[in-house]
């Protein structure tokens, strides 16, 4: 099932420096048809009592973040992309959304690399495969550093006065003794955890793969 068609104004004219062509840079998410309105509703509808809400005030491209290709050859991911700070950036500090098509159970792409959960009671997630922000550069610690510096976090974007449920990333929190993070040096890649899952599913991929040529795929990214 391809995913639904971007709309005008969930998509953006200008596109951060390195965006690849092939892709649909986004400003809004862009749901699926499975998304039913009793769905939409509950993605508009915080249930806790305390939802962080992030106010949207600009869209598009953020100052914050940078796409960069890898090329140094004791990177994993060697060939591909990564992002970085643009910019330090403090202990607990909102870096930017995850943007994709939201997608039901119906329309998930199991062999998605780019796919994190956005509700898991409602099956729903953002997959940013062809479309997305420059969000889904953001690679895994592992192999590259000891641990992640950022997380993905569950908030509630306030666009125009109407909440919705989205995912963001999230610089690490200094922790309780004010040690655990620095925050995000410019110039140093946004890392963080897909989740154990993401990679025992690719591991076991992988060995099947050996007999029938196939990329292996993972399942979604997790939220740790
Ligand atoms: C969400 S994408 C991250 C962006 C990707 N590097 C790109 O350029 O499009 C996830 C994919 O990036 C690669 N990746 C991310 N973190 C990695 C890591 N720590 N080691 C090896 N590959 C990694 C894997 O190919 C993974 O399936």
């Given at each position: 099932m391809p995913p639904a068609r971007p709309t005008k104004e969930a998509t953006s004219k200008k596109t951060p420096k390195g965006w690849p062509a092939s892709l649909t840079y986004l400003e809004?998410?862009?749901?699926?048809?499975?998304?039913?309105?009793?769905?939409?509703?509950?993605?508009?509808?915080?249930?806790?009592?305390?939802?962080?809400?992030?106010?949207?005030?600009?869209?598009?491209?953020?100052?914050?973040v940078q796409i960069s290709p890898i090329s140094d050859p004791a990177h994993p991911a060697k060939g591909q992309h990564g992002l970085l700070a643009a910019q330090h950036l403090p202990p607990d500090s909102f870096i930017l959304f995850y943007l994709g098509h939201v997608h039901?159970?119906?329309?998930?792409?199991?062999?998605?690399?780019?796919?994190?959960?956005?509700?898991?009671?409602?099956?729903?997630?953002?997959?940013?495969?062809?479309m997305g922000n420059e969000a889904r550069f953001i690679n895994d610690y592992r192999g590259i550093a000891s641990r992640p510096n950022a997380e993905f976090r569950n908030v509630w974007a306030d666009s125009g006065g109407m909440l919705e449920k989205r995912m963001a990333v999230f610089v690490f929190s200094a922790g309780k003794s004010g040690k655990r993070s620095k925050g995000v040096a410019k110039g140093e890649e946004i890392l963080v955890s897909y989740g154990k899952g993401f990679w025992t599913e690719r591991q076991k991929e992988g060995e099947q793969s050996t007999t029938i040529a196939a990329a292996p795929g993972p399942s979604n990214i997790g939220v740790t």
């Open positions: 809004k998410p862009v749901y699926s048809k499975f998304v039913t309105p009793d769905m939409r509703k509950e993605l508009q509808n915080p249930s806790s009592p305390d939802p962080v809400i992030i106010k949207q005030t600009k869209a598009g491209p953020t100052a914050l039901a159970k119906e329309d998930a792409d199991s062999e998605s690399d780019y796919d994190l959960s956005l509700d898991r009671e409602l099956g729903i997630g953002v997959d940013a495969t062809m």
